[in-house]
């Protein structure tokens, strides 16, 4: 379970346990970050405030979720910030901001306490835009003096009469790219906002729709207004270099019920889910009614062939997307000598663009990632999504010929804030409790969501709910070595020693080398006096390679347990000299 491995079993959140230095070396969960079962999610800065909450008051939760609170609310002050200074107009920006604060699809990552991870990313990420949107204002205003524009409009655009000395734009250009560090210091999509800030520089700001346009401009003389672009892509590179080595060079191992697409040997099946996912996660930014915590395993059945009807969805999207840039790259620049704001097209254009750019990480094009869809990931992308709406609101508005057509589209807008903050009101019910949590996902992922209702079950000693639990799991997905390896765990503590057994052996065919199976195989084969079984589970168990599971300590310290066992085997059996040679190994 995440918050387990996360916070309560992270012994980086425990200074009795590890230094503050250890916080760089160690994934999010806890993992040597160059373990070869890490996740490779490096995360410090996240972390470091989970340490933080644990000093000053333990494993308490009320402290971690008031945390997450106060950054969804920093954020979303931010936004609102950016979004003024975007478009001028303070009535877009407050209705982006409304939709973005009671969207439903947040809640994972403001009640989930591991979402602090993408809340931190975002505070930062827009950090990091706005300090760009400031350098590349002032740095416009400086070049319009030199050439003579009038600032009356220059000042009129940037907001401001107070005129800068040169000092500032460089201050505020390593702002910038500090602040995309820290971003992916909390979470490594935060980095995206770098493709952001070139974008609105390059693409909205200077104009270059077209890449020969953009190369035409590189090849001319000395141009001090792509001297910011270079610096962020050096520091894009550089970021991501430093990243690459820093986990050892190696690509994160996940499994095939993680993402299942990225493991399926057909490249069409493939390409054609990876297509519709995108699609997906935008029905869940329009309509955030059904939400689930996981959506791994079948949850989404893949798209294996051209006749799915889901292709024309993914058509549609991807239709729609290419006659905007069609349409956008025939466009004239409106800031040619920067004296004016954004265009209402040019705005449409950057929203979507904050809609798809940190979203890009998501979508299996670079790397594959360890997640079917993860509502957690649109915290930021739904920014975009938001401005979107926002903009369509006010020129609705403005197109409407009564004030009963405003009242119909104020009552609209009314209604979807309504519906948003009662599901979200009603989303945080089921993050109030594990059990809940895992019982609203059955609908979506009934295989995991049953094989952890099996576990609370368990924990709380109600053995027949949890074999309930674990069984109906292993109905819908009976390849499910955890659900098979707890049931027999069940069955163990209930001294249905056979049946154990058969669940043991049932866990370790589908994950041959899961150690703590091996272990509790040969505990239940001693129990019913099978020594020779048990004497060559203990054996194998020692010598199996547990590097690439996700949690290695668990599994190496199951290993060492199997050779104590061992030793204690031959003991009773009075073959001292073999137990001293297992025991010393």
């Known amino acids: 379970m995440t918050i387990s491995r996360a916070i309560l079993a992270n012994e980086d959140l425990r ?43 333990g494993l308490q939760p009320a402290g971690y979720h008031i945390v997450n609170v106060i950054l969804h609310a920093l954020t979303t002050g931010l936004l609102q910030q950016v979004l003024r200074k975007m478009t001028g107009q303070n009535d877009v920006a407050f209705i982006a901001v409304l939709l973005f604060a009671v969207h439903p699809v947040h809640t994972e990552a ?34 319009d003096e030199g050439t003579g524009f009038d600032l009356i409009r220059t000042k009129q655009a940037l907001g401001t009469s107070v005129k800068c000395g040169p000092v500032i734009i460089p201050v505020l250009l390593a702002a910038s790219c500090i602040f995309a560090l820290l971003s992916c210091l909390f979470k490594e ?6 493709g952001l800030c070139l974008f609105h520089d390059i693409v909205i700001l200077q104009g270059f729709r077209r890449p020969q ?54 490249i ?30 079948d949850a989404v059945p893949l798209v294996t062939t051209w006749f799915d009807r889901r292709n024309l969805l993914s058509a549609i999207l991807y239709g729609g997307l290419f006659l905007l840039g069609k349409r956008f790259s025939g466009m004239a620049c409106s800031l040619k000598e920067q004296s004016r704001l954004i265009s209402e097209e040019e ?24 997640f079917v869809l993860a509502e ?14 926002a903009e369509g609101l006010i020129k609705a508005c403005n197109y409407a010929k009564s004030p009963l057509q405003r009242r119909t589209i104020a009552a609209g807008f009314c209604g979807i804030m309504l519906a948003h903050s009662w ?84 866990a370790i065919t589908f994950r041959h080398n899961m150690a703590v199976a091996h272990l509790n195989l040969g505990i239940a084969l001693q129990g019913l006096g099978r020594q020779r079984e048990a004497e060559e589970t203990y054996k194998h168990c020692a010598q199996l390679d547990t590097s690439s599971l996700k949690d290695p300590k668990l599994h190496e310290n199951a290993k060492i347990t199997c050779l104590y066992n061992l030793g204690r085997l031959f003991v009773d059996e009075h073959r001292y000299q073999v137990s001293i040679s297992t025991e010393g190994r």
Request: charged share 15%; with cysteine.
């Open 15 to 57: 200074p009795e346990s590890t230094s503050w230095s250890q916080l760089w070396f160690d994934d999010f969960w806890g993992t040597p970050l160059r373990h070869t079962g890490s996740h490779k999610s490096f995360r410090p800065l996240c972390v470091t405030t989970f340490r933080l909450n644990y000093l000053i008051h």
């Open 110 to 143: 403001v009640a989930g306490v591991v979402g602090r991870a993408d809340l931190g990313a975002a505070f930062f990420f827009l950090m990091s835009f706005l300090a760009y949107i400031y350098y590349c204002q002032f740095r416009d205003q400086v070049a």
């Open 189 to 194: 999509t935060g980095i995206t906002v770098i």
């Open 213 to 266: 346009e953009l190369l035409r401009a590189v090849k001319k003389s000395h141009n001090k207004r792509l001297e910011g672009s270079f610096a962020l892509l050096c520091w894009l590179c550089l970021v991501l270099t430093a990243r690459i080595l820093w986990m050892g060079s190696v690509p994160p191992r996940f499994a095939p019920a993680d993402n299942p697409a990225a493991d399926s040997p057909f």
């Open 268 to 297: 069409q099946t493939r390409f054609l889910t990876f297509a519709y996912l995108p699609v997906l996660n935008l029905k869940l930014l329009i309509n955030p009614n059904v939400l689930s915590y996981d959506w791994s395993m």
């Open 347 to 370: 705005r449409l254009v950057l929203a979507v663009a904050l809609l798809i750019i940190p979203f890009l990480p998501a979508t299996n094009i670079f790397f594959y990632v360890g």
């Open 376 to 389: 957690r990931i649109l915290y930021v992308p739904s920014m975009g999504f938001a401005w979107l709406l």
């Open 423 to 506: 599901r979200t009101w009603n989303r945080n019910y089921d993050w109030m409790t594990e059990e809940r949590l895992y019982l609203s996902g059955t609908g979506i992922n009934p295989a995991k969501s049953w094989s952890n209702l099996g576990n609370i079950w368990s924990q709380r000693g109600k053995l027949k709910e949890a074999e309930m639990g674990y069984r109906r799991a292993l109905m819908h997905k009976p390849n499910m070595a955890d659900a098979h390896y707890n049931l027999g765990l069940l069955l163990q503590e209930q001294r249905r020693m056979n049946e154990s057994i058969t669940s043991y052996h049932n």
